[in-house]
């Protein structure tokens, strides 16, 4: 069994991954709604990554019989200034998940729970190819925020999808 101060870290951890599941939901209808399909498509599979990795704590806490809960969020951000905000606010998104991230990491091997520290280990890996995505794609967007046509084709051409990782860990429902 985790230890208790981990259970409730991860369960608040959970809703700041919905919560981020919704901020790039209304990213990526931000961009659609400027016909940037390829910066809305970034967006909605940011999203849907974002709600696997809450999908993921949960499914950790279910098997190691600990509680799981599903926290509300708050409306996410909306209306954004430029093309530019929407990619910023990401990046300090992901910045502020690296922390939470770090912290639930030093708490497991406070507690001595080294299988939630096992667990934490892909979230920090995650993280720091996270915030290089999001730190290259702010440079891009800055440089061309008057060329729109020059971010979508650096999404095309530098955002593959990738196959997923066969060390990921499993997502509750999946």
């Not at 406070?110 to 299988?115: M, R, T, Y």
Request: hydrophobic fraction near 45%; glycine fraction near 4%.
């Amino acid at each position: 069994m985790p230890a208790e101060r981990f259970v409730e870290q991860l369960n608040i951890q959970i809703g700041h991954e919905f919560a981020a599941h919704q901020q790039y939901v209304a990213c990526a209808v931000y961009y659609d709604a400027l016909t940037m399909p390829r910066m809305a498509g970034f967006f909605y599979d940011q999203a849907l990554e974002e709600r696997d990795h809450a999908m993921m704590m949960i499914k950790y806490l279910i098997d190691q019989d600990a509680a799981a809960r599903v926290p509300g969020v708050s409306a996410p951000l909306v209306d954004f200034p430029d093309v530019v905000a929407p990619v910023e606010l990401a990046l300090e998104q992901e910045r502020r998940v690296t922390a939470q991230i770090n912290e639930l990491t030093r708490i497991a091997r406070e507690g001595s729970d080294f299988a939630s520290d096992q667990f934490m280990q892909w979230f920090i890996k995650e993280q720091v190819e996270e915030v290089a995505t999001m730190s290259a794609l702010v440079a891009v967007v800055r440089r061309s925020k008057d060329n729109i046509e020059a971010i979508e084709e650096y999404i095309q051409r530098e955002q593959r999808k990738e196959s997923a990782d066969p060390m990921a860990p499993a997502i509750a429902g999946g």
